[in-house]
């Protein structure tokens, strides 16, 4: 009851103010139109006339009503720099703290019991920094202050410091507010406009958040680098960990602007992409297709071939393939590009020191300005029972395993429904090999639309793979040779024979082995990053697998120049990384590949859209090359032509996208794809069919019977 009374009273104060319309008096018309008036009651009674400016000044700021910055500088106009200050700060600080209060009592309790779970990292966050974050939200108004007390109120900051918090980092912006003030007074015509107290005043209103946000960042860096002792001179500009994709391309930026770069890889050059994943994973599908086309010969005219091939040839294949693009990675090409390579472990003793275990056993020490972590990730295997003991591949290590093989595996199991494991079951199965795919979810590849992940797996099943979905594997036996895997189906248990498995259940961020516990640098999945790729260092950057939250080769590069650019130019100018439009391909048989929002991401984000679909068995290249299946999908606003997000399922879909990445990063509607010149016969036209698809469907139908009307008058015109 008193919660209801207490709102009643906030809201009916609220109505009659806006009712009555008060907020008139709180403009700097209404300030300018009753300065003398208030002069002459500050002369007469300057106490109470101060002690009711307080009691509004309080009053406002509690029913967080809008005129609080205007209050401020009238105090700088009716009490002076000193005492309006003192006026403002103290007021506002217990305005706001009444605001925090009732917002605490009459929500905090509903909003914690509702949605604790969900505000359970924000309680944490609060409770370790709660201080901090407030005091940059009072000294950087990046939200109002009204909406900071209510939501700070919903949180478990205490009340004390709350008080104190927002007294101190409202004072310095109170200062500069009642300092305009007190020259706005001293207007009384044109020519004060131009006084160089005026001018000052707004200067320095203008110029106060850069200098807030300048010693913010002071403040936290102090915070964070207060146990460390900073070199007086560095070794390096910058250091990076790890071979792969980022750290290349972060490594290569820094030499290319001449900076000193050391880049440490415990392994291989090229990193995953390279020697696990993208490269040799292509080069199999490949031999796969190649042999899935000599099987069906005679959907081009041909006789189907019975198929004969050594797998040891196919593997080998594979290797030469990632030996041919190696120089591209190498320590030679990069030491020639100016990068100093170091083969060994770096481990993070300090935010600017690295230790460097070499491979011939010696270990160096190295000082730097900035680090970027780029160890990139690992490929996850469950805590399945008896997997250790039947053995198992993961998609780093079948390249060399099977490479011993005579034959691909007769029977092969493939844990994971998601890219890697269709990949992988697709390819093994047009090479012979009998596939059951197992995935726990109810279809696979579940990031994509339903419609996607139905036509990917009967394009799966009609190449021989067993997709099992909503099967739960329990666990691994062994019987003498005979190697099996039991799964659960509805209630109901399975068992697998098979004489290889590979576990494809996705990939893990390394978190362990270079440092980041010793220096506290927190990890959730992946490298905790800002988005300028800092973590809790500001000078220590991630970028790549290890930061998320993209797992690809080239949102990998794309981080890097971020990292690059923030680690050596981010005294002068930091760039936050760039997400909106991030291209992605499942390398399946017919290739799927997307950018933006798919149909099912606009459902659960609430975003409105239009769909446009163009059927590519209705593309003239793709009957002629007997690959007439599929689809491109287009997502875009309602009755407008900019693009939300496109899914192109089907041949050289990858390729086909990346007209729908440019016009989406540079903001080109359909149209303007409808109006570009497509080659023809090409794939590529179907982007140009599925926008005059859109067009068809937005034709101005009311112009269309003007001119039907216009014609049939033509054709009977004497």
């Known amino acids: ?99 925090f209060l009732t917002a605490r009592y009459l929500l905090c309790d509903l909003v914690q019991a509702h949605f604790g779970d969900k505000l359970k990292a924000i309680n944490e966050g609060m409770a370790k920094d709660g201080a901090f974050y407030l005091f940059s ?63 000052f005043s707004f200067a320095l209103l203008g110029i106060f958040p850069l200098l807030v946000k300048r010693f913010t960042h002071f403040l936290q860096q102090r915070r964070v680098y207060a146990k460390w002792t900073k070199p007086k001179h560095f070794d390096r500009n910058l250091i990076v960990i790890g071979g792969g994709a980022a750290g290349l391309v972060s490594a290569y930026i820094a030499a290319a602007v001449k900076a000193k770069v050391t880049l440490v890889e415990a392994h291989k050059m090229g990193g995953d992409c390279l020697n696990y994943g993208c490269i040799p994973s292509k080069a199999l599908i490949k031999s796969a297709h190649v042999a899935h086309t000599l099987k069906n010969a005679e959907r081009y005219g041909l006789e189907n071939q019975r198929l004969s091939f050594s797998f040891r040839k196919i593997m080998a294949r594979i290797h030469e393939v990632i030996k041919t693009v190696a120089p591209h990675d190498s320590i030679e090409r990069y030491t020639q590009l100016g990068v100093d390579v170091i083969e060994g472990y770096a481990t993070l003793v300090d935010p600017w020191t690295v230790e460097i275990k070499r491979d011939d056993g010696t270990t160096q020490r190295l000082t730097t300005r900035s680090i970027i972590i780029a160890a990139g990730a690992r490929p996850f295997v469950p805590a399945l029972p008896g997997l250790d003991a039947v053995g198992y591949v993961t998609s780093d290590t079948l390249w060399d395993e099977f490479a011993k093989l005579d034959a691909p595996p007769a029977r092969l199991v493939v844990l994971g429904g998601g890219p890697i494991g269709c990949e992988l079951a697709q390819s093994f199965a047009r090479l012979g090999s009998q596939v059951f795919q197992i995935e726990m979810a109810p279809r696979i590849l579940s990031r994509e639309d339903a419609e996607v992940s139905e036509f990917a797996q009967r394009a799966l099943e009609q190449d021989g793979v067993a997709v099992l979905t909503s099967h739960k594997a329990l666990r691994c036996e062994q019987e003498g040779d005979r190697k099996f895997i039991i799964v659960e189906h509805e209630g109901v248990e399975q068992r697998i024979e098979f004489d290889a498995l590979i576990c494809a259940v996705g990939r893990v961020a390394r978190l362990s082995g270079y440092g980041l516990e010793a220096l506290g640098i927190e990890t959730k999945r992946t490298v905790l990053t800002n988005e300028y790729l800092e973590t809790l260092y500001p000078n220590i950057f991630a970028a790549g697998d290890v930061a998320g939250p993209y797992q690809f080769t080239h949102t990998a590069s794309h981080q890097a120049w971020y990292a690059a650019v923030n680690a050596l130019f981010g005294d002068w100018k930091k760039f936050k990384v760039d997400y909106r439009v991030i291209p992605w391909t ?48 287009v997502l875009t606003l309602p009755d407008k032509d900019r693009i939300l997000g496109v899914t192109i399922v089907g041949a050289h879909a990858s390729d086909l996208l990346a007209e729908f990445v440019l016009a989406m990063k540079h903001g080109l509607g359909l149209n303007k794809i409808l109006a570009t010149i497509h080659t023809y016969p090409t794939m590529s036209e179907a982007n140009k069919y599925v926008a005059g698809e859109w067009k068809r469907q937005h034709a101005p139908q009311r112009i269309l019977m003007l001119l039907a009307h216009y014609h049939s008058w033509k054709r009977n015109e004497k």
Do not use: C
């Open 137 to 199: 939200l009072r000294l950087i108004p990046l939200f109002p202050f009204f909406l900071v007390n209510l939501l700070v109120g919903l949180t478990p900051i205490s009340t004390r410091r709350y008080y104190w918090v927002s007294q101190l980092g409202m004072l310095a912006g109170t200062v500069v507010y009642v300092n305009a003030g007190t020259q706005l007074v001293k207007i009384t015509g044109l020519a004060d406009i131009a006084s160089s107290g005026l001018l």
């Open 586 to 633: 499942t390398f399946v048989d017919p290739e799927i590949a997307r950018v933006g929002l798919n149909e099912q991401e606009a459902k659960e984000k609430g975003i409105a859209y239009e769909i446009t679909r163009y059927g590519i068995h209705d593309l003239d290249r793709a009957i002629a090359d007997s690959t007439a299946h599929g689809f491109v999908k």
């Open 1 to 99: 009851m008193k919660k209801l009374i207490l709102l009643g009273i906030v809201i009916g104060v609220v109505s009659v103010f806006f009712t009555l319309d008060l907020q008139h008096y709180l403009t700097l018309n209404g300030l300018k139109s009753g300065m003398e008036q208030f002069a002459i009651w500050r002369g007469n009674s300057p106490i109470t006339v101060g002690a009711s400016f307080f009691l509004m000044y309080v009053f406002v700021a509690a029913f967080s009503l809008p005129g609080a910055a205007i209050m401020t500088i009238a105090a700088g106009a009716l009490f002076g720099l000193f005492w309006g200050s003192v006026i403002a700060s103290f007021a506002s600080t217990i305005g706001a703290t009444l605001a």
